[in-house]
């Protein structure tokens, strides 16, 4: 039977969502300041554990990670089923890509604790018609184009519960390091040079407090199996005064894999993840379309390419999903990235 400690021999710390898809969940709609650009939506976004992705570590030591995702929205939902238009009166959106960089820096004092910090870049590009009247022709247009540092998380875990350190807990935050609120301003179109979207903004203008737990085991002589979970609430938000005040919605991601270690330089896994998102709050948000429920399924692999060096890339799936209002979602994600332990 193979060790139990397969999974903290990977160079990677304790589990947590990907940086990029905690923004993603945070990244619905609110309202903008402009009267003809409604709120753009997406309860949405790459929801893939990348530690588990890469196999947890209780190895002490530094670890440098990278990681690039990739998601484009380009399908417009409401509820349960795609839809061809909006009715009168709702923002008609036609597309937002996403790219996100992020840089993960893990600190492990002992197999028992860890510090992460991760830095995310993002680049984003949209484009919407704005509010939709079947009166009238749709409108040119209105895009925008922004890169630029998104909101930096920290988060501390420990994982000395039991003796083969494979049940972890997290507390972190998230910080508003990003630009926020009007920074960014639509660059073609009716809208140009009008503030974009709050939630479109490369970050939220709130801190969030961050909970989660995790844990894995092997399940025969070839299977690891893993389980994990975040909640994520904003605790302070910087748009606080009245008329002009949002609050990003909680957020919860679950995520259930199954690995297979048959050979250990080569290791295919899946996994389920799962995102609840609540609604918007606050005289900007646009309450009616920044929540839902999405199912991700994620076939993927990891590869030690050196006994210090991982690699791993993923695609994930939406299999489910229930938005409430209607909002821009992905077909497809993607997600690759690189951890070395020094």
Known sequence: MKSSMRFLAAARAPARPSLHCAALAATTAIASLVPQIASACATCGCTLSADAAMGYSALPGWRLSFEYDYLHQDQLRSGTRSVDGVPDGNELERETLNRYLTTTVNYS???????????????RTHSTYGEYDSTQPLPALSTSRSSSLGDIRVIGSYQGILATHNLGLQLGVKLPTGQYGTAVNFTGGPAAGTPLDASLQPGTGS??????????????????????????????????????????????????????????????????NLLHKSRDQGALADVESTAGNVAYLSPGVTVRATAR??????????????????????????SAGASYAF
């Open 109 to 123: 004092p002992s197999p028992s604790w860890n510090l992460s910090v991760a830095v995310p870049y993002v680049e």
């Open 207 to 272: 801190t969030d407090f961050i909970v989660g737990a995790y844990y894995y085991r092997p399940i025969s002589q070839d299977f690891d199996v893993f389980v994990n979970g975040q909640f994520q609430a904003a605790v302070k938000h910087h748009l606080d005064q009245p008329d002009n005040d949002y609050r990003p919605g909680n957020s919860t991601t679950v995520s259930v894999g199954l690995r297979y270690e048959a050979e250990p330089r080569f290791v295919p896994q899946v996994q389920l």
């Open 309 to 334: 060096l991982h690699l791993f890339a993923f695609a994930q799936l939406p299999v489910a999903s229930n938005l409430y209002g209607y909002q821009l979602f992905p077909r497809w994600t993607a």
